[in-house]
């Protein structure tokens, strides 16, 4: 939708290869100054991060940077952000009531919540709250909940079937990006859904705003073209664009409404944690890996 939008404005053709993000990720890392890819846009920062990093990322255009907050871009303007989700807590409503939920994400790791929690540790928007956790409460704290986690918690594949899984009574409590509670409300109906969305306690390192974002890379024969489609993305167009589809992201751009049925992301009280400090990922999925998580 996005891109269509893009190409009918600009007649400039994009040529559009869809994967998981650490899958293409991995695999510009790999193709290095020979990737043929122009522009990249990621789910999540981290391996965003990790592009920039190892100096595969060009400089965005400074008006595409100044069109949304700086906070939610790379510092050095290599990556831009675009659009915004919240990480929250599904939980079904018929079986645990809400006084019963944590405050924290850290709580969940407690025994009183062995057998109710759902989670996909493969999933790229987990591995942000890990990062989270060990930026505010230090590594060891981050280890230790995981591990209480994994205690407690069944696993799935996705967050798809994570939010499925509550809806329908298989776990209590999932964790999850608010969007993906809604996408499965417009597939069931309002009538079917079970499930309820719960935020963290403002601050808590679950509290978390996680950012998708786009970057060109450096070896692109096409820039000025790439310069073109990051402008368009958080151009006031094509912001709404994004609004106007079932994502249910947040757009970046102020003055640019979120659907309707969103909590306003200026209501929203994150962990005062900037994209960038969420790091390249690497961290948190080697502690995963030695827990047999992935």
Avoid: C
């Avoid at 859904?193 to 935020?199: I, K, Q, V």
Wanted: glycine share 8%.
């Amino acid at each position: 939708m996005l891109v269509s939008a893009f190409e009918r404005k600009t007649g400039i053709t994009v040529e559009v290869r869809s994967a998981d993000e650490a899958t293409l990720g991995n695999q510009i890392l790999a193709e290095g100054s020979s990737s043929p890819a122009d522009v990249f846009y990621a789910e999540n920062t981290p391996v965003l991060e990790a592009l920039r990093e190892r100096g595969l990322l060009a400089p965005v255009r400074p008006s595409t940077l100044a069109a949304v907050p700086s906070r939610y871009s790379a510092p050095d303007g290599r990556w831009v952000g675009v659009t915004a989700r919240a990480a929250v807590m599904v939980y079904n409503t018929r079986l645990i009531r809400p006084a019963e939920l944590p405050g924290s994400i850290l709580e969940l790791a407690s025994p009183r919540y062995r057998g109710k929690v759902a989670f996909a540790p493969s999933e790229t928007d987990f591995q942000p709250l890990i990062a989270s956790i060990t930026a505010l409460d230090g590594a060891p704290a981050a280890e230790r909940w995981l591990k209480g986690l994994q205690s407690n918690s069944a696993i799935y594949p996705d967050n798809e079937t994570v939010v499925s899984q509550v809806n329908n009574g298989q776990s209590a409590i999932g964790l999850i990006d608010q969007y993906y509670w809604y996408r499965l409300r417009d597939e069931l109906g309002a009538g079917e859904m079970h499930s309820a969305l719960r935020y963290y306690a403002p601050g808590d390192a679950g509290d978390l705003v996680n950012i998708s974002g786009a970057a060109i890379l450096r070896s692109s024969p096409n820039k000025p073209a790439a310069q073109e489609l990051l402008a368009f993305m958080v151009s006031p167009e094509g912001q709404a664009t994004i609004a106007r589809s079932h994502s249910y992201e947040y757009p970046l751009r102020p003055g640019v409404a979120a659907a309707a049925v969103l909590p306003a992301l200026a209501g929203l009280h994150p962990a005062a944690l900037m994209p960038a400090q969420l790091g390249d990922g690497h961290a948190a999925l080697l502690v995963e890996q030695n827990l047999g998580l992935l």
